[in-house]
Structures are given as structure tokens and as C-alpha cells.
């Protein structure tokens, strides 16, 4: 480790000579201070290398633009995604999954037989009464392929022949981090990647001036529950794999931006000379990480023309907003996020991941879920339209859903024009769209209660190695080694869903 | 007993067989370091160790000998290690005889001996580890010479074609029990390296009775618990897998153990999973020759995004973003004619071709996918595309298109989706409708 400076480390400027030369003594210092002790820490780096990270195993991924090598596996369908996450669990009941035999049944005793002796949570189990709840809201069948969608939907009823609904998904857990984390990195305790980092990792970037994976939550949400950075962090993956959340106002992405009075002019040369000395320490120490820490560099370089560019709204024509909505004249909005997603998508991006709020509807749901219905619906279904015409549909993939459904019982008092409705992992609804999947069609059923899958039920695992299937990606063979066994995102489990391919 | 005495004894030779290794190797170095360093003192040791050699290789060629008896082994490759084992010892012998008396020969016939001696030992080494490894063992993953893929066997047009014996059963013995029943390692006098030696058996009889499967002294032995005495592979070797069993069993029950009967005649769930390990052509295999990454990166250089769309096919999508174009598209282009059959997905959205550049285009015959919006092109233009007979999703939103220019894209047999908004064409016109006659998805504005 003492060949620090025979590495071509010279630079011809005089002030970085100098530093080379403190550097010198710093770390004559650090060498006869530790002594053993960094001889010792010599050598559990050097463990480390043979058994928990493996980084000489892995690819060193610092710039390939590329994904590693061998992917994808298969012809892919999608080239891009984006996944409208509806976080808090819409109710599937009061949307998309209709169940006219409530009606009659409004208010009466779910039966014993239905439950099944399933474990509720701890919000309703000490109910005396489960009445079953018919949904306030009209249904009505759509488009030629004569989709159900509540009256709370009008604009997503138009573009029923675009969508493919799953109506048995299910997932293992109750609450909502666990079913969030769940969905987005295939395991319900936090620490795994996510599933754009999968994409990151695996199939490398489109565009070298973007990150791959970008995240929008919507500033107009009821934040009822909350969301965390974990949720689309790189886990164990080399971490410019994580997704990057854009904001709305004045810096989309926080620290891009030029400190006040300095202009730049030296940026590059500053990063270079950087880049030349994380490489050095990258030769000692052969920490992935390292090279991750080169790349965001670069990234974020890049970034500070491609961000402002690309968040400029300037050219986009007034049709637009009133496609989406007025909302979507305000950064941040579900609506302008929609939007947002949309010239990302132009700009292939391969993963956009929004956020929407508010869907945890335990009581008071009728009227809550118009506002949430109102928020979202128009600019949904304007961005299904928008990439529809410019002929994106073809290569984007857009997933639309929760993390779990709600409970076909009133949650509280049931009362004439009231009831909410409790977390539902059984069943509960999910649409795709775009690319490889079949439009106007409908996977999976639910019984006439929709409490249970009856037919072709779809596991989290399941969506998940169907997407992967759309890239080209064979989910049992997407893996990453770390703490010496291998990963990947469908854990042990996980079969692609067929019936909704095209 | 004596027989069992026997097999006990042998056994010991693949590990006495070190010790003459490391004696007559030891010997020979050792008379090295006397000669070339003129340590003439130290010509006791060499004696002595090639003494310790001699005798060692004496008891380890007679242990051998007690291992060859005690079965599994036989043939060409047995008759060699035997000789040359036996050459060792007596050279071994000769070698320490002549260093002894060393006064007695020419330095040349010394050395001439301990060369030879040297040279028998590493043939020996290498017949004994070819016998216990097989004779691919030591070559298979050398860089040089070519490389078989162990898991495939011969090219199928398709899976139609596939025998059960041949093409999946065949394999399957091949990795998991032929290291051990093979010609010339045949483990309780078992070949399983063709089909007639396969049904002949082994030393207990029959190991395959057609139609009854159950009594396959084959299928009970792979099926026992793995800690049971009888089980195959033996000695911790990777055991069969579920699928495998299932599938040679059906081979003995329904198939009768017919080594001719296909595939296709088994359960689906069977072939589903016997499909992938299949060589059939076509599918899965290279539609196009890989370009090499230097290519790509050059490509790259000029501001092309390139990716490949999968591994197995060579097939590549190609992305000219709007701002690399700068007004010199058409010189790029022609940077893209050296892999024109790679390319399946292009697009050249608003990059500013022209009319002039479609007939470069419609050289790349591959194109699936093309997006081309937002550039000045005209019908005429557009006449040019229709030899791309690939095609299947074609972009000319924002051009100068209009309903003369559909004619020349109806010829287009395998067009699927049409973008057309923003065009001078009108839902209305009979192009359009002869389109979708033809069940292209013409898509207009919403």
C-alpha cells in the first residue's frame, strides 16, 4: 500500500503539487501511528475482497453505459417504466373490481367462511361487526373491451381499451411499509435494492446525462402515510444505481446547482483531478464503492445541463396542460409529475417512479377517495393518451397500483352514506400498459364477495419477474452476490405472468 | 472378505502415490542443486531420497495393482497407467542403483536416467489422474483448443425432432454418471456410455427394465435418501435432479425404454423443461453476428446511443438523440452502414433527415421498429421504406406525409402499428382504412 505516489499522480498545477506533497506527510503519518493497526485493516480489506462483497467477482460498473454483460437475456418489449405508485391502498372495491352481488348484501355479516380465519389488523380485529359494504359509486362497462370502471375514474374509463387489468394480486403483507417495501424491492424488511436499481444495474442507462432511475412524489398528496428514501435506494447494489428524486421549485435535485459567485469555469478540470485520485484509492483498496463514487460524480456533472433542460417547462404547448390538467401548471402536482414522467420518458429514462399519497382510506372513504380520484384520474389517462400518440406505448411500460387492496367490510360504523375500509392484502387491483402487454384485457377474478382470488392469482413476486420478462431479463438470473450469497429481486420465488403478455 | 481386504488396500493408492511423486521429484532436484552448484557433499540425500522414491513406487505400484482388481476400472487407459507405473519403479530403481555408484557411470547416462525417470513419472501421473478425473478433466477449461459445451447435444431443427433417449436422457447420464460407468471406468462393471451397454447392466444384473421403472435398479438407486449406502452418484457427486428422475422414469415406463421414441410424446410439463436444454436452432440462437464493443463504442463517440437489444440475437437499437444530430445526419448515417443487419430498433426522431437518407435506411433490412417523427420527409420519400419487410412499428408523427404516401407503406407486409399525428393524413382517408383492414394500428392525436 505504500506505492501511493508511484501512481501517475503529477499534476502540472502548482497549488495540486502541493497538496500531493501534504499528502505525503499526512500519510507518513497515518502509516507510522497505525503501524499493525493498519496492517490488520490491511488485511480485512483484503478478506473482505475474497469472501462478503466479492467486488473482483462482480463487473466494475463506474461508466458502462451498458448494464453487465449478458443482458438483457431474451428480445425485450419495454424499453422504459413508469410506475404510478398509488401508495396508502386504493380501494380496489370502489374502482376497478365490481361487485354488484353487494348491493343485496350491503350490511350484512361477512360470513366465517369468506374470512376464512384470516388475521386482520390491529385497527379492525376488535370489531364486533364486519357489515360487508357496497361501493357508493356507480360501475359501468367501457370501450370495446367492456372494462368496469367506477364513475370516480371518467377519464380512465376513456382509455379502459388501452389497460390490462390484474385483478388477483396479492401480497403477504398488511401494513404499508412492509407492502410497499415489498413491491419495490421483493422483500418486506428494508435493505434490498429496488427495482429500478435492478433495471440500473442490470441494463445500464439510455441517456449518460440522466440517471436512470428518477423518482416524483407528489407534493399535493394527503401524507397519511409516509415514504422513505429506502424505498428507492440501491441496497447492496453500487450505489449510482439508486434512484434520484426530482423536486419541485427552484433545484429539481438538491446540491446540482453552482454555489453563490463561481461560475464553474474549473469544474471540469477539478473533477478530473478528483476522478484521478479516487482511482488510486480504487487500485488500493478495490471498494466498488469507490468507482460508484467516480460515476455520480460525472453524473451529476452532466446534470447541471441536463436537469434544467429537461425540467423546463417552457415549450410545452397550453394543449398540454389542459390534457392534464391545470394542476400540471404547478411543479410537483401528481398531474405535473405525469407530465414530468412523460419528457423523461423522451428522454430515455429508463425508470420513473411516482409517488401519490392518500389512498389509506380507513374511514370516511367515499369522500375522500373523489379528492384522490380527482387528483389523479385526468392526468393518468392523459399521460396513457400522451405517449399513446407519440408513439411511446410501443417501448414504455406504466404500471398503475398500491400496495395492497382494502377490505370488502366497513371499517367503524357502517352508516347510510359513510364507511371506510381496512388494509386488504388478498386481493386487489393492478393495471399495466404499454409495452408487451395485452391492451383491453382482464387477468384474474375475485369472488362475488371480493375478499378471495378465485382465479389466476398474480403474487408481488409474480409482477415482478413479469416486468423483468418485459426488459429481456430472466428474474432467476438477475442476480447480485453480497454477503456470500446471491440476490435478486424475486427472492426464491416468483413466475411471469403469460396471460398478460402480447 | 479377501475381496473386500483387497478393495481396502487398493484404495489407498491415490494417496501413497504422492509420496514417490515427492521423493523421486525431490531426488532429481536435489542432484540439480549437487551439479550445477558442485555441493558434491550433498550426494548422500540424493541417494537416499531417490532410495525412499524407489521403494515408495514399488508400494504404491502395488497397491494399484490390488486397486485394478478390485473392478471399475479397465481398459487402454488402465493397460497404460499399469506400464508406465511399473517403468517408474524400475527406473526408480536403475536411478538410485547408478547415483550410488555413481563413480562407476558417465555424468550423461545419470542424467540421461534421471530425465527419463522424470518423464515416466509425469506420463504415469497423468494416465493415473485421467483415470480417476476422466480424460477431459485436465484440457476442458484450457485456453487454448476448442471448448465443448457439455450441456447441449446435437443441432435440432426443432423440438418436434427431439428423442427422449438421445437428446435428454443421453446428456443427463453424461454429466451424473459417466465419470464413474463409462468405457474405461466402469464402477461395478456399469457402462452407461451408450445405449446397448446401458441396457446390458452391471454387475448385479439389469439396471433398466423397460416398462417397470419401480424395479430400474437405475431409478431406485438415484431415488434412495442421499445418505443411504446405495445411492447414485455416489460419493457426494452432484445427485439428479426432480425433473431428471421424472423424466427417465417416464422414458422406462411409458416409453419403454425405447430409444428412439420423441419427446413430444411425454408429459408438457416434461418437455417444458427439457425444451431449454435442447440445441435447436433458430429461436434462441443469433439472429445476426455480435458487433464488438469497439464498434459500439465508436458508434458511441459520434453521439449514437446503441444498446443491445439481447445477447443471444446480436440485435441492436440505435438512438441518434435530436442534439448529436447537428445538422450532419446524413454523414452519420453512413457510420451505421457496416452493421446495417444489426440493427432492428433505429430512431432518429428530429434529428433533420431528409427524404435522401430513407433510401440509406431502407438498406437496413432488419428494422423492426422506426421512429423518424419530426423531420421534413414527403411521400416520396416515404416510397423508399417499403423494402424494409420487417418492419413492424413505424413513427411518422410530425412529417410531411400524406394519403399518396400510405400506398407505398400498405406494401409494408408486416407493419403492425402506424404513427401518424401531426400528418396531413386524415382518419377518414381510404388509406387509413385499408390499414386497419389490414390490422395495422394507425394511431392519430387524441
Known sequence: MNHHHDAPLRSANRDLQEIEKKMDRRRFLTKTSLGIGSLALGSLMGMEKIFAGNPIAQPILSDSPNGISGLPHFMPKAKRVIYLFQAGGPSQLDLFDYKPKLVDLHGQELPDTVRDGQRLTGMSADQSSFPMTASAFKFQQYGQSRAWVSELMPHTAEIADELCFIKSMQTGQINHDPAITFFQTGHQLPGRPSMGAWLSYGLGSDNQNLPSFIVLVSKDAVLDQPLYARLWGNGFLPSQHQGIQFRSGKDPVLYLGNPENYEGADRREMLDYLKSLNEVQFDTYGDPEINARIAQYEMAFRMQTSVPEVTDMSSEPDWVYEMYGEESRDPGTYAANCLMARKLIEKDVKFVQLYHQGWDQHGNLPGSIKNQCKKTDQATAALIKDLKQRGLLEDTLVVWGGEFGRTVYSQGTLSPDNYGRDHHPRCFTKWMCGAGVKPGFTHGETDEFGYNVVKDPVHVHDLQATILHLFGIDHEKLTYKHQGRRFRLTDVEGHVVKGILS | ?446
Open chain 2, 1 to 446: 472378505m479377501t475381496e473386500d481386504l483387497i478393495t481396502f488396500i487398493g484404495r489407498f493408492h491415490p494417496v501413497w502415490v504422492h509420496l514417490p511423486i515427492g521423493f523421486l521429484m525431490i531426488g532429481v532436484l536435489l542432484k540439480s542443486y549437487v551439479v550445477l552448484l558442485k555441493k558434491q557433499n550433498l550426494q548422500e540425500a540424493v541417494n537416499f531420497t531417490l532410495f525412499l522414491g524407489a521403494v515408495s513406487a514399488l508400494i504404491a505400484a502395488l497397491l494399484g495393482y490390488l486397486l485394478s482388481q478390485s473392478g471399475g476400472y479397465e481398459g487402454n487407459l488402465l493397460d497404460n497407467h499399469l506400464a508406465a507405473g511399473w517403468l517408474t519403479v524400475v527406473l526408480s530403481g536403475i536411478a538410485w542403483w547408478v547415483n550410488k555408484n555413481e563413480e562407476r557411470f558417465s555424468g550423461k547416462i545419470n542424467y540421461s536416467v534421471l530425465g527419463l525417470l522424470m518423464l515416466t513419472l509425469f506420463v504415469t501421473g497423468h494416465f493415473g489422474g485421467s483415470l480417476t478425473h476422466g480424460e477431459d478433466y485436465l484440457t476442458a477449461y484450457a485456453p487454448f483448443g476448442e471448448k465443448q459445451e457439455e450441456s447441449k447435444g446435437r443441432i435440432l431443427a426443432s423440438v418436434e425432432e427431439a428423442e427422449v433417449f438421445t437428446d435428454v436422457v443421453q446428456p443427463v447420464l453424461k454429466s451424473k454418471c459417466q465419470s464413474c460407468h463409462r468405457e474405461g471406468k466402469t464402477k461395478g462393471e456399469l457402462n452407461m456410455s451408450s445405449y446397448e451397454s446401458l441396457l446390458k447392466g452391471g454387475e448385479n444384473g439389469p439396471v433398466i427394465i423397460p416398462a417397470d421403472a419401480e424395479k430400474s435398479e437405475l431409478i431406485r438407486r438415484v431415488s434412495l435418501p442421499s445418505d443411504h449406502d446405495d445411492f447414485m452418484p455416489a460419493e457426494g457427486k452432484k445427485p439428479l435432479t426432480e425433473e431428471e428422475i421424472q423424466l427417465i422414469t417416464w422414458w422406462i415406463e411409458k416409453g419403454n425404454a425405447d430409444p428412439k421414441i420423441s419427446l413430444m410424446e411425454a408429459d408438457v410439463e416434461l418437455i417444458k423443461w427439457a425444451k431449454p436444454k435442447l440445441n435447436i436452432l433458430g429461436a434462441e440462437k443469433m439472429l445476426v453476428a455480435a458487433i464488438d464493443t469497439l464498434r459500439i463504442m465508436e458508434l458511441e463517440k459520434k453521439g449514437f446511443r446503441v444498446r443491445i437489444l439481447s445477447q443471444e440475437s446480436g440485435a441492436l437499437d440505435i438512438v441518434l438523440p435530436e442534439e448529436a444530430a447537428r445538422g450532419q445526419v446524413s454523414e452519420l448515417l453512413n457510420a451505421l452502414l457496416p452493421i446495417k443487419d444489426q440493427i432492428f430498433w433505429l430512431s432518429l426522431a428530429g434529428t433533420g433527415i431528409q427524404d435522401s437518407d430513407l433510401s440509406l435506411i431502407s438498406q437496413f433490412s432488419n428494422l423492426h421498429r422506426l421512429r423518424i417523427e419530426n423531420n421534413p420527409i414527403t411521400d416520396s420519400g416515404i416510397s423508399a421504406l417499403k423494402n424494409l419487410t420487417k418492419l413492424e412499428v413505424l413513427n411518422l408523427n410530425g412529417t410531411m406525409i400524406s394519403a399518396e404516401g400510405l400506398e407505398f407503406l400498405a406494401e409494408i407486409k408486416s407493419l403492425k402499428s402506424l404513427y401518424l399525428w401531426n400528418t396531413a393524413v386524415k382518419p377518414e382517408d381510404k388509406g387509413v382504412k385499408d390499414m386497419a383492414l389490414a390490422e395495422v394500428k394507425v394511431v392519430f392525436g387524441s
